[in-house]
Every structure is written in structure tokens, then in C-alpha cells.
Nanobody
Framework: QLQASGGGLVQAGGSLRLSCTASVRTFSHYNVGWFLQAPGKDREFVASISWAGVDTVYADSVKGRFTISRDNAKNTAYLQMNSLKPEDTAVYYC?????????????????WGQGTLVTVSS
């Protein structure tokens, strides 16, 4: 089970750090991804990280602004979001799978958290 937290209201240019905590002992066996879903739109890939935390992938729209990381000892993955823009406003979800962190299609991720709302005001 995954639980995402850390969302909130922030002004444009500000920062937030999202957390994704897993309630399984084998968290280190899973790749983790972050996705966003804006109202009326499909779920979109944001970033992902391999099970060991060595490899990462980012959507072009967040490169240079967002950083994904993980602490397997704490069963937690993070998404540091800097230089936030109003268009980043969405519900952010974390997901996990065991196959590969390179999957950008949300249907290829097996386990999901409940989502946390990020609102960026202009």
C-alpha cells in the first residue's frame, strides 16, 4: 500500500516536496513513479526512479525543476518540486512496479497511492 502526502497551495515559483510512503517491507524491490492528473485530463507521467535509486527518468515538462529520490530505509520516495508553475496544478499520485522504472504509461504501473493535491497560484 502506498500513501502520498505533501501537497498544498503554493505561489508560482515556490517549492513543495511530496512523499510516498509504502507499508511493505520489500519497498526496495519496487520501482517508483510519480504521475499527475489535472481536471478533465488523463493521468500523465512526471518522473520515476529505479528500485535502487540509481536511475531516474523525467517528463520534459519537469526536467530541471523536479527531482525524484528515495530512501529505502524509510520506505519512502520523494518528489522535490521547485520553480512551480500554475500548469503544475494537479492531483499527484505515486505508483510502484517491479518490472521497470522506464514505463511512462500509467496503466503499466501496478500499485497506486491515493493522490495528493498540488495547487499553484499565479
Amino acid at each position: 500500500q502506498l500513501q502520498a502526502s505533501g501537497g498544498g497551495l503554493v505561489q508560482a515559483g515556490g517549492s513543495l516536496r511530496l512523499s510516498c510512503t509504502a507499508s511493505v517491507r520489500t519497498f526496495s524491490h519496487y520501482n517508483v513513479g510519480w504521475f499527475l492528473q489535472a481536471p478533465g485530463k488523463d493521468r500523465e507521467f512526471v518522473a520515476s526512479i529505479s528500485w535502487a535509486g540509481v536511475d531516474t527518468v523525467y517528463a520534459d515538462s519537469v526536467k530541471g525543476r523536479f527531482t525524484i529520490s528515495r530512501d529505502n530505509a524509510k520506505n519512502t520516495a520523494y518528489l522535490q518540486m521547485n520553480s512551480l508553475k500554475p500548469e503544475d496544478t494537479a492531483v499527484y499520485y505515486c505508483a510502484a512496479n517491479r518490472e521497470t522504472f522506464r514505463r511512462r504509461d500509467y496503466v503499466q504501473w501496478d500499485y497506486w497511492g491515493q493522490g495528493t493535491l498540488v495547487t499553484v497560484s499565479s
